[in-house]
């Protein structure tokens, strides 16, 4: 009886979401910004890394959560240097140029 309510409760949760990563995955693709792309790429990450936690405990194979935690700290990784490269690409001015650091340039030209 208990293996039966795991086992119901696993499979609803594994199509809920496979919804979710559809619909975050829609998100991304559409996204009005490119910051709300890199928060819908993390959350696609966040969900997949869900989604294998409960499919090991839906197969009961416990490598499932070693590829999760592998994953997760790629995906990570990734999420930082998309938004490392959003804001460096925010700090260029219209030309193309980064603007001189605070105290570099001088009004009267020295």
Do not use: H, Q, W
Not at 26 to 31: F, S, T, V
């Amino acid at each position: 009886m208990e293996n039966t309510i795991i086992t119901f409760c696993a499979e609803i949760t594994l199509i809920l979401l496979t919804l979710a990563i559809f619909f975050a995955f829609i998100r991304l693709c559409m996204g009005p910004d490119p910051a709300d792309r890199i928060v819908a790429l993390d959350l696609v990450s966040v969900l997949i890394v869900s989604y294998l936690a409960a499919l090991s405990i839906y197969t009961g194979e416990k490598s499932f959560l070693d590829v999760a935690i592998s994953y997760a700290l790629i995906a990570f990784l990734g999420t930082v240097a998309l938004a490392r490269f959003r804001e460096r690409l925010a700090r260029r001015g219209p030309d193309g140029k980064y603007p001189p650091e605070n105290g570099t340039a001088r009004e009267d030209g020295k």
